[in-house]
């Protein structure tokens, strides 16, 4: 799984933005948006992800069942 | 506490020994706290605030400031926020209309300097923290140094990534630096602060707190050790900090702070803030000046701050930013005139000098006139700037208040009202706004004013005044306040003391109604 961005929720702080260990967060249309295929969820990187931890809205930086879980490289 | 150095204490201590002058009296004169003039304050100090608005109550007339909001992100979540509009602290909720790049920021900057010679100060505060947006924050200071090198650089920031960047802040030659300290005890700062991120990692409840409090005081040590004028912030919440902020006042003060502060919570429950959600009030004008004056004789207080937007432009009560968006900037023809902004300037100069001897004058008059009684009022003026009685009352969007004593006027405070006079008709709703927000006055000093108001505000007990039309403020108040005197000296009046009044919350929505007392 990776982590997706509630555009409704989303104030565009960019605050998630540079946490991101793995630059899979861009801007669009004035708010933030998740590159999936980038996203490992912070495993490897941190206790927690970043994007959540930081984000001044409750349940906006979610996790995204539609997307197969992540895999950290063995 | 890390020792100071000589200069520095030196500069405290004289700091010290020209304040102390508290509500009722003090030392004869009107400069306590940022209210501090030329002759108040030792000469490499007056230098920095003289024409900073947010550091001199004196300046705050004639000198201008400009925010850019290039720094969205924070680092920590604060009860009286909410990010879904903007940063209560730094500005009011809701009202940040663009976001710039550094690039934007700068030809903004360029743009206001040459409309407004007046504006002096660029400062940083958000919309979410400077500090937790440094990249943008340091290369807005790296492109307006180089291209409007006279404009004093300013940031605000909750002081949690403030050790981290002391060295790159001081390295800019920012002189003059706020932190927003709500709190030096966790326990009290877990009921303000939910949680802030530091480290990579979201700290919650005392632990949060804990560490906000230890970054900020370190990074105010740090700051006033370079010599960088500190001004802290505290938002007074009833019940909650308010009696707290003494403490905070004295902490501060040993680490060398300038300038505290202390301004009312914000909290209505529109703004979606927590406090506004769960009903917790904000101080009446009469609790915020009896804490405000219960700090006086600790670090200088400020009481002329309009918690301005994060993308304010203008006098410190004016706002002009509607005239300065990306689109018009873009589209302005501007350079950059050096010589004419400080040829303007020193014009300026001249006027504040010219002014302050006759209200030298006019103070010493006072001498005999009742002054020893220990009668005290407020008074309300509608002003537009330069330290004049230069607004219509039905144009004033706030009033100044000023407190007269034997002591003099002393600049204590503004209140914000809607307008009274809209499209030539005055409204009536708006004029029983404006009467709760200046209840606590004796008079209102006013340019002009018709004939319906004036009858609405004797029966109110507070008396208008326009004989003193486009003089100075401060003159114009102790004179009316002799008369005052004489006049209570001859049996014609009684003197009586005044209810609270009403802070009014935000700048976009109605007063609401709320029984002053």
């Known amino acids: ?74 | 506490m890390d020792p100071l150095t000589a200069q520095q204490d030196a500069i405290m201590q004289e700091i010290a020994r020209h304040k102390g002058c508290g509500s009722g009296g003090g030392d004869g004169k009107t400069g306590c706290g940022s209210t501090a003039g030329r002759d108040d304050l030792p000469p490499e100090i007056w230098e920095k605030v003289k024409n900073h608005p947010c550091y001199s109550e004196e300046a705050h007339h004639h000198y201008a400031r400009m925010h850019v909001a290039v720094a969205p992100a924070c680092n920590i979540q604060c009860n009286y926020c909410n990010r879904k509009y903007d940063c209560a602290n730094e500005s009011r909720p809701g009202v940040v209309s663009e976001r710039l790049t550094p690039e934007q920021a700068a030809r903004k900057v360029v743009a206001v300097a040459s409309t407004i010679p007046q504006m002096t100060v660029l400062g940083i505060a958000g919309p979410g923290d400077p500090l937790a947006n440094p990249a943008k924050t340091f290369r807005t200071f790296e492109l307006v140094s180089r291209a409007a090198p006279d404009i004093k650089l300013c940031l605000s920031t909750n002081g949690l990534a403030l050790p981290d960047h002391v060295d790159t802040i001081a390295g800019f030659k920012v002189d003059h630096v706020t932190i927003t300290i709500n709190m030096i005890d966790p326990e009290i700062g877990a009921r303000i602060y939910p949680w802030v991120f530091w480290n990579h990692r979201r700290y919650t409840g005392v632990e949060a707190a804990r560490l906000l409090t230890a970054r900020q005081l370190q990074g105010l040590e740090m700051l006033t050790e370079r010599g960088i004028l500190c001004k802290v912030n505290s938002v007074m919440i009833p019940g909650v900090n308010d009696r707290h902020l003494i403490e905070v006042n004295r902490a501060v003060k040993e680490r060398g702070a300038f300038l505290h502060n202390i301004m009312p919570l914000i909290s209505a429950p529109e703004h979606g803030t927590v406090f506004g959600l769960t009903g917790q009030r904000g101080p009446t004008a009469q609790e915020l000046k009896t804490l405000q004056d219960a700090c006086e004789g600790g670090a200088n207080m400020m009481r002329h701050c309009r918690q301005c937007r994060a993308d304010a432009v203008g006098l410190l009560g004016e706002d002009r930013s509607a005239e300065f968006t990306t689109d018009k900037i873009m589209a302005m023809d501007v350079s950059y005139d050096l010589d004419g902004r400080r040829a303007y300037q020193a014009r300026v100069e001249e006027d504040r000098q010219s002014r302050v001897e006759a209200r030298e004058a006019e103070l010493r008059t006072l001498d005999g006139h009742g002054g020893a009684s220990g009668v005290t009022v407020l008074v309300a003026v509608a002003t537009k700037g330069s330290g004049l009685i230069n607004e219509h009352f039905g144009h004033a969007r706030e009033f100044q208040v000023y407190e007269l004593s034997a002591a003099g006027a002393k600049f204590v405070g503004h209140r914000r009202v809607d307008l009274y006079c809209q499209g030539g008709y005055g409204e009536e709703d708006s004029l029983a706004g404006i009467i709760r927000a200046i209840n606590d006055c004796h008079a209102v000093f006013v340019a002009k004013i018709g004939g319906c108001p004036k009858a609405d505000l004797i029966a109110a007990g507070i008396e208008p005044v326009d004989g003193y039309a486009h003089d100075d403020i401060a003159t114009s108040t102790i004179a009316w306040f002799k008369s005052y005197l004489d006049r209570i000296g001859r049996g014609e009046i009684v003197h009586a003391a005044r209810g609270d009044a009403l802070i009014r919350q935000g700048g976009l929505i109605a007063l609401q109604s709320l029984n002053v007392a």
């Open chain 1, 1 to 74: 799984m990776a982590l997706k961005i509630v555009a409704s929720q989303c104030t565009g702080c960019s605050a998630c933005e540079a946490e991101c260990p793995n630059q899979a967060i861009s801007e669009k249309a004035g708010t933030f948006i998740i590159n999936p295929a980038k996203c490992t969820e912070c495993i490897g990187h941190y206790d927690n992800p970043q994007c959540a931890a930081v984000c001044p809205v409750d349940d906006t930086c979610v996790i995204d069942p539609a997307v197969p879980r992540y895999q950290a490289a063995s």
